[in-house]
């Protein structure tokens, strides 16, 4: 088995870009731009609560990363440093072939982002990543959850519902035809951190608030709601995504619960003033992202969701989202449900 020095120096060394020391000594440095706020963030994913056992090393490395970026991108940050802290179990340490997999899956997403990873730890014990993310923003910029207002339309980036549908997938819950089956996995494997789309919305002060929906849309959208002291409307036949389960073997209740409790989508849920309605539409149609409103802020009591069917109905969804604290249900799966 390789000592824990040899294992940092051969997988978890790479020249850093944008830092003034990286990986090797006691401690990193690194020097914020002039005018600058930092942005910091972490996320632990632990085996058989964010992922099984036997998940591919490349996508838990691409995931660990991810899954931080994504609250980046939802203060409207850019990524710059990341820390990464590992606990292996002596098969996981010993096995070259799996380490060097997740570090290529790892430095694949740093890559993408622009990332430096500049230390972390190593440790023997049960399977867990643990990532702090640094990023920056010019001072005042950030997306916060306590920003929407009243008449702030609500917006959501992509699709809804995909990883979920990509676990029941795997887990035989349903049958997916492609070319579906393909991204609904990807989205569970290999979610893509929207940073360009915070950027822009913070940069070009397009959004008041915005939130990255990781528990399930409904949960996030509370968590904006309840921060800023508001109530919404949602409409159903809005949301992104039915039209992409038509045809394949999804009931009813499964493709309800992706879209309105589905985790792990990591698209961006935000708020933005009413008249900014066209320079959105242009800035999806600019990135490529589709992005689509949704419902509307009102004022009224803070965290309440008013779901409203095609005909103007009010629904009461079963679920809200996933908590890994709430008692265990008959919805609630061990593996794969948050981070
Ligand atoms: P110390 O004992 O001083 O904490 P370590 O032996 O834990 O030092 O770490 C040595 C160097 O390797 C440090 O720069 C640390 O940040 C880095 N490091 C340790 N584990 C990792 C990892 N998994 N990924 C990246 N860098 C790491
Ligand atoms: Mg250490």
Redesign the pocket.
């Known amino acids: 088995m390789p000592s824990?020095?040899a294992l940092?120096e051969r997988h978890?060394?790479r020249p850093a870009r944008h830092s003034v020391l990286?990986?090797?000594?006691?401690?990193?440095i690194v020097r914020p731009a002039p005018g600058m706020e930092i942005v910091v963030t972490t996320d632990m994913l632990v085996a058989g609560t964010h992922f099984l056992p036997d998940a591919d090393p490349a996508d838990l490395g691409w995931k660990t990363l991810a899954v931080n970026l994504s609250d980046l991108a939802a203060m409207g940050a850019l990524p710059r440093w990341a820390?990464?802290?590992?606990a292996l179990p002596a098969d996981k340490a010993a096995d070259e072939a799996w380490l060097a997999a997740y570090a290529e899956g790892f430095f694949a997403c740093a890559d993408t982002f622009a990332v430096d990873?500049?230390?972390?730890?190593?440790t023997r014990g049960p399977l867990a990543f643990n990532v702090t993310l640094f990023g920056e923003i010019p001072a005042g910029q950030a997306l916060l959850r306590s920003a929407a207002r009243p008449a702030d339309e609500i917006w959501i980036s992509g699709t809804l519902g995909l990883a979920t549908l990509g676990l029941a997938q795997r887990q035989a819950r349903c049958r997916l035809m492609e070319p579906l089956r393909s991204a609904c996995l990807r989205a569970l494997d290999r979610p893509q951190p929207r940073i360009a789309l915070g950027r822009a919305l913070a940069q070009d002060g397009l959004a008041h608030a915005a939130i990255d929906v990781s528990d399930g849309l409904l949960a996030d959208l509370g968590h904006i709601l309840e921060r800023s002291q508001a109530t919404a409307t949602l409409h159903f036949d809005r949301l992104p995504a039915a039209v992409l389960y038509c045809g394949n073997d999804v009931d009813a209740r499964l493709a309800t619960d992706c879209l309105l409790g589905g985790g792990d989508d990591y698209e961006l849920a935000f708020t933005a003033p009413a008249a900014r309605h066209e320079d959105i539409l242009a800035l999806g149609a600019r990135l490529q992202i589709p992005l689509t409103c949704i419902g509307t802020v009102a004022a009224g009591p803070a965290g309440r969701i008013h779901l409203l069917d095609a005909d103007g109905r009010e629904m009461s969804p079963a679920r809200r989202g996933y908590d890994h604290f709430a008692p265990a249900t008959a919805d609630t799966d061990t593996a794969e449900k948050k981070t």
């Open positions: 824990e020095f940092i978890f060394k990286g990986v090797g000594d006691d401690a990193a820390l990464l802290s590992l990873l500049i230390g972390g730890d190593t």
